[in-house]
T-cell receptor, first 114, second 112 residues
Framework: NAGVTQTPKFRVLKTGQSMTLLCAQDMNHEYMYWYRQDPGMGLRLIHY???????AKGEVPDGYNVSRLKKQNFLLGLESAAPSQTSVYFCASSYDLRGTDTQYFGPGTRLTVL | RKEVEQDPGPFNVPEGATVAFNCTYS??????FFWYRQDCRKEPKLLMSVYSSGNEDGRFTAQLNRASQYISLLIRDSKLSDSATYLCVVNNRMEYGNKLVFGAGTILRVKS
């Protein structure tokens, strides 16, 4: 099993450009999450999904959109990138949403917005 | 105030030392608690869950004090390979299900 994979691993954007980050998991997990991690701060939840076709806002959703068209994939979109979105983005998945189950993380995407 | 607060460190300790990390959380309704480990430029990975009765996994011992809203992690006989950032994590309710709230992490450096 590959677990959770993310593409791309690195990306540099100019202000105003758009891009999509792809997360894929092969563990048949129902729940998937997008986080961002900034220096001196903990991981913050951007959006999450409780199943195929459903998404919900997390702690810091502004400037991002998500889609979960297939159970194994969770896409994070930036429509008009801003320097404040420079961060490391992690995708995670878990078997259940109770929070007692382990969340498995992907390797991360390092995004720089100039 | 951050929901989960940790001393950022770094804690610089020699091999074989015992080191303890502390964490406080602000939401008294938090339901479950964890320590995650994150190596430099890598993803977080679950180290252990934390239970009210305390729990041990080899050289690692975790404690929870719900009354004081305080979580601790003790590492005995530190190894070079223990060098990492340790993230304190609590589980809180959100609109759909629960969410994990991460502390900013405590840096541990074990030196020979």
């Amino acid at each position: 099993n590959a677990g959770v994979t993310q593409t791309p691993k690195f990306r540099v954007l100019k202000t105003g450009q758009s891009m999509t980050l792809l997360c894929a998991q092969d563990m048949n997990h129902e729940y998937m999450y997008w986080y961002r991690q900034d220096p001196g701060m903990g991981l913050r939840l951007i959006h999450y999904s409780v199943g195929e076709g459903t998404t919900a806002k997390g702690e810091v959703p502004d400037g991002y959109n998500v889609s979960r068209l297939k159970k194994q994939n969770f896409l994070l979109g930036l429509e008009s990138a801003a320097p404040s979105q420079t961060s490391v983005y992690f995708c995670a998945s878990s078997y259940d949403l109770r929070g007692t189950d382990t969340q498995y993380f992907g390797p991360g995407t390092r995004l720089t917005v100039l | 105030r951050k929901e989960v607060e940790q001393d950022p460190g770094p804690f610089n300790v020699p091999e074989g030392a015992t080191v303890a990390f502390n964490c406080t959380y602000s939401n008294s309704a938090s339901q479950s608690f964890f320590w995650y480990r994150q190596d430099c430029r890598k993803e977080p990975k679950l180290l252990m869950s934390v239970y009210s009765s305390g729990n041990e996994d080899g050289r690692f011992t975790a404690q929870l004090n719900r009354a004081s809203q305080y979580i601790s992690l003790l590492i005995r006989d530190s190894k070079l390979s223990d060098s990492a950032t340790y993230l304190c994590v609590v589980n809180n309710r959100m609109e759909y299900g629960n969410k994990l709230v991460f502390g900013a992490g405590t840096i541990l450096r074990v030196k020979s």
